[in-house]
């Protein structure tokens, strides 16, 4: 996890994933579709996922604006439904969706 990050205090994620480097591109090296690594945390109800820049990103080249690696580019919140009871036991009901 980069050192440096708003949530350097939690504790260990739960899972990680790291895209692949592109063929033939230094880590290092800005690039304008970089990789990224991306970290999981899950607790009783839902899971947080943080996904952060694992090459530096060219914004804009005529510029020279580049996003350094290891940014947080997003932080999505992923909440598990639980009903609370199940109004007929025999046929499976879906929640707030349709079953047409």
Do not use: H
């Not at 504790?11 to 994933?17: A, H």
């Not at 800005?30 to 914004?59: C, G, M, N």
């Not at 290891?70 to 009901?93: A, D, E, M, Q, S």
Request: hydrophobic share 40%; charged share 20%; proline share 12%.
């Amino acid at each position: 996890m980069p050192s440096q990050t708003p949530i350097a205090p939690w504790r260990s994620p739960s899972k990680t994933e790291a895209d692949s480097l592109q063929p033939r591109s230094a880590p290092a090296a800005p690039t304008i579709l970089p990789s990224y690594d991306r970290y999981y945390w899950r607790k009783a109800a839902y899971t947080v996922e943080v996904a952060f820049l694992r090459q530096p990103q060219v914004v804009d080249s005529a510029k020279g604006i580049v996003w350094p690696a290891g940014l947080v580019t997003g932080i999505l919140l992923y909440k598990y439904f639980i009903p609370l009871r199940r109004l007929n036991p025999v046929r499976r009901i879906t929640y707030g969706l349709c079953d047409c």
